[in-house]
């Protein structure tokens, strides 16, 4: 499949500051793609080279085939951009708005009304008379991406989209990116987990200006998950954790309040097997035995560590 993205020892750097260093990146047209990282990582200063905002101190990076540098206005027009923060003018209507994004591109009449219309009602704002200055932050940033879809791009590169939503706002803008999967490509930076553990198709980890990892979703959490159980006990918990504990199969442990014993395996047959016996044995009675797998925000602390740049 062709990339929509290629980056090659990408490098950016500001004065002695390096923002990104050395970044290696590929992402495939059609897919939803999604740049994680903690607050200051360099995922906002990749977004400005992808939109020639910026230009990279060293390496090389195309978009759509071409070098960023060198992209004509051809080019340009097949990519649509969000910022983490809209701006728009809040005397104007969602509808004209639209109008006056596709005017930029060179459409006009039918095509322009009809592409606006069918943008704003996927956007669940097609029957919104209301000035804009009368919107909430969730409307606008619905508004944000269907004015970025105008000229229906190959490209949607979206800077943090759900940042400063509430939960209502967040799914609006996530059901909508998710309708977009196979007609677009979009690039979205973002450092809510759960966000991209929803919509995406692969994810890209960056730490202090680099790539950690770049993989499918579930390859990744299939590469770094460690299965879990979690035993909830009536009693004798701290004798049942000691002796688990001491056990081959269980690589960590942990118990909380309540009888609850955390168990970090690798080797689940085993754990299965063995766990019945030894609550038996204790005469631990059990309230509760689940088996849980990694989730994104957990593999995302074994790559980060939780730390900032």
Known sequence: MNA?????????????KRALDAIDLSVE???IFAFLG????????MIRLLTGLARPSAGSL??????VASADNAVRASIGYLADVPAFYNWMTARETMRFVGSLY???????????ELLL?????GGVGARIGEYSRGMRQRLGVAQALISAPR????????SALDPMGRKDVLDLIASLRGRTTVFFSTHIL??????????????RGHVVVQAPMEELKQRYSKQKILVEVTGGAEALAAAIAASAWASSISLGTGGVIEITVNDLAAAQHAIPVLLSSHGAGIERLTVEELDLEEVFVQLVGGARS
């Open 4 to 16: 929509a993205i290629e980056a090659v020892g990408l490098t950016k750097d500001f004065g002695r």
């Open 38 to 45: 903690p607050n200051g990582a360099g995922k906002t200063t």
């Open 29 to 31: 047209e059609g897919s």
């Open 62 to 67: 195309r978009v759509l085939g071409r070098a």
């Open 121 to 125: 009602d996927l956007a669940g704002l």
């Open 155 to 162: 490209l949607l590169l979206l800077d943090e989209p759900t």
């Open 194 to 207: 759960a966000d991209a553990e929803r919509v995406c198709d692969t994810v890209a980890i960056l730490n």
């Open 106 to 116: 060179g459409m006009t009449g039918v095509q322009l009304e009809q592409r606006a």
